[in-house]
């Protein structure tokens, strides 16, 4: 479906509807449209307003492809508007809804509404990567660092993982500041990288570098480099610690997969002592590894297929 250029009256629209070969879900497939081809905002409002004259009422999911089309173009007005209705017509939004409407104010300047929505998310769920993100980056954009790490704190304890992007976000804007604080906020980031072997991509490693060589009374300065075979540094000649398993660490691991995971709480529910036996000098007769399969996994690569025809 071809959207129009312009906004049309109710017979154009009752027209373009009895033309299209599903008049039940000609308003969906219309916004999908508008959304995809950016139409200006007062040709979808003269289709919601035709709805609305129609029917006496507008769907949810057709507000909120509305609502998105507004997110997209950043109309600000709009989305209060819109979130107006949706509060008066439903006690509580689906998490997608939430998701346009924090992020959509959160990049304007009425972006601390933004954060009154989010602590409105958390009264009936965790609220997604995308919200949260989307109120950190808006915090930091206006130098509320406080926040922002407030709200990345927050993230974490909930377990919700952020982005590398968002990440790249602190260190970008943090640069000048001068707070003990928040260098050891930024330093809990590298720490953070560090302990869960996230390796930061190169504009992300730039935002870093800058970052260090900005800061007030510091002589920090960041080089290019290619770590040689060895782990060592050319340029410091610092030496990269090792990431492979000691004995002892690849030991305590075995025992605790053994005991946790193969054992675990049903222990020959599915096999018999004898059988885990043989598997066990099976997998002792067979080491090292290069590649481990997961055939639960494995049976999930064809989504066209039944699972069973994959198992």
């Known amino acids: 479906v071809q959207p129009p250029e312009r906004p049309l009256q109710a017979e154009e629209w009752n027209k373009l509807r009895e033309d299209f070969q599903l008049p039940g879900i000609f308003e969906e497939v219309m916004l999908n449209s508008m959304i995809r081809c950016n139409s200006p905002i007062d040709v979808a409002k003269s289709l919601l ?12 999911n057709v507000l909120v492809k509305y609502l998105t089309l ?3 173009q950043g109309q600000v007005s709009e989305i209060r508007d819109v979130y107006d209705i949706l509060k008066v017509r439903f006690k509580i939004l689906e998490r997608g809804a939430y998701n346009l409407l924090i992020k959509g104010l959160s ?44 709200l990345y704190n927050d993230m974490l304890a909930k377990d919700v993982v952020p982005t590398l992007d968002v ?9 000048g500041m001068k707070s003990a604080e928040l260098q050891k906020e930024l330093f809990g980031i590298l720490l953070y990288l560090r302990e869960n072997q996230i390796y930061p991509h190169k504009t992300f490693m ?42 002892e660490e690849y030991s305590n691991l075995s025992e605790r997969i053994i005991k946790d995971v193969i054992h675990g709480t049903d222990t020959f529910r599915k096999t018999s002592p004898k059988e885990f036996e043989a598997f066990q000098t099976f997998v002792e007769d067979r080491l090292p590894f290069d590649i481990v399969i997961d ?6 690569i064809k989504s066209r297929k039944m699972q069973c025809e994959n198992v």
Not at 167 to 175: A, C, E, G, M
Not at 213 to 227: A, D, F, V
Not at 295 to 300: A, E, R, Y
Request: aromatic share 10%; charged share 20%; glycine share 6%.
């Open 167 to 175: 990440l790249q976000s602190f260190f970008d804007f943090s640069r």
């Open 295 to 300: 055939g639960l996994n494995v049976s999930h």
């Open 70 to 72: 507004c997110v997209q």
């Open 49 to 60: 307003t035709h709805l609305a004259k129609r029917n006496g009422d507008i769907a949810y």
């Open 206 to 247: 730039w935002s870093i570098k800058l970052w260090f060589e900005s800061i007030p009374g510091g002589n920090w300065r960041g080089h290019l480099t290619n770590i040689k075979d060895s782990g060592q540094c050319p340029v410091c000649n610092h030496q990269l610690e090792d990431s492979n398993l000691t004995q």
């Open 107 to 150: 990049n304007s300047d009425q972006w601390k509404m933004a954060l009154t929505l989010l602590e409105e998310v958390k009264k009936s769920m965790i609220p997604s990567r995308t919200s949260y993100e989307s109120c950190i980056k808006a915090a930091s954009r206006h130098q509320e660092m406080k926040l922002a790490f407030e």
